[in-house]
């Protein structure tokens, strides 16, 4: 007989709030008393019609791919995770080809809704709406990329890294069509996520983007700073402190009645710095804010389809360490967390709520420092 006891750890209600957030590794930690796989993240597309100049997987994207593995091998790795609450599909676009849609990602996604499973695309919205509508009934949040205040921001940054110039008419018709894109679903009930990065290009205007967010309807606004990872690694890095500048301009003036997420900040309560220490602190006050901690090697791995290799996240220059054709997710995790590197960042303060940085903020910021040995400050 089939065995379904680890279905029972199904959550009980589909909404996500900011009470609760299925994707952030502190909850599985509280919960089980160690880190443990409840997230699997699946690269479906190397495909894109973009070149963003920030793409964090920049250097993976192609213009024609093999076959993937067969949707069979992946579902059945995903049934033998024993914690599975969350997963995310992600590429290049992984829409770009209507017959991933619905040979991978529809039946994907109708796996985990049957199995109270939450999961989360990453599109960037502007192919045809037909292909998102397919995949909407069954997604819990649509997550796309705003960093852009007008036409000619997304004509410069969505394809900066194009090898052939694209005409100014070509990028604001799917301007136009992302935008368009995102009221239909939203219009439709969709819990649409747009996540802009704090960098050189949008510090400034961070306030006019979210304003812009709210006004689109979505959900969330997700937050994040700018890593040097792929198309981004020769972009100019802000430090700690313009960060730190940005994101309290943000919550002076955010919409308090929109969900704002943050994620990957290089703000921590172990900080010798005391003003890093009370943003940490604002940050935990203000409501409808949330500041998620790392997934990636946490509570979740990534799995490339078209090789079936088990990696950390999609963007580090961490190897692969394991091959879903041979090895069960929850084994391969184990090995990771048992690794040196996993080991390296792997700081708990309770009182904090705090489970230590992510590898590439740590390898920006503090790459001198041994988060084991720092402790949070209660002030
Ligand atoms: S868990 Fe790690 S990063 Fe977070 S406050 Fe503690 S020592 Fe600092």
Redo the contacts with the bound molecule.
Sequence with gaps: MKDTTHHAHAVASRELTPASDPWDPIKSLQRYGRHTLTSVEMTVSNLCNMRCEHCAVGDTLVFGEPDKMPLPLMLKRLEEVERLETISITGGEPSFTERTVKEYIVPLLQYARSRGVRSQINSNLTLDYGRYELLAPYLDVMHISYNYTSAEDFHRIGFGKSNHPVARETAARLYERMIDNTRKLVDGGLFVSAESMINFRTHLDIVEIHRQIVELGCSRHEVHPMYPSAFAADLPMLSRSEMATAVGRLLDARDESVWMLFGTLPF????PDAEERALVRRLAGAPNVTVRNDPDGRNRLNVNLFTGDVFVTDFANVPAFGNIKEDRLDGVFKRWLDGPLAGS?N???PA?S????NLLVKDMYFREQD???????TD
């Design positions: 921590f309560m172990c900080s960042v700081c708990h303060c904090a705090c489970c230590g940085p988060f084991r040995l720092r402790k949070a400050m």
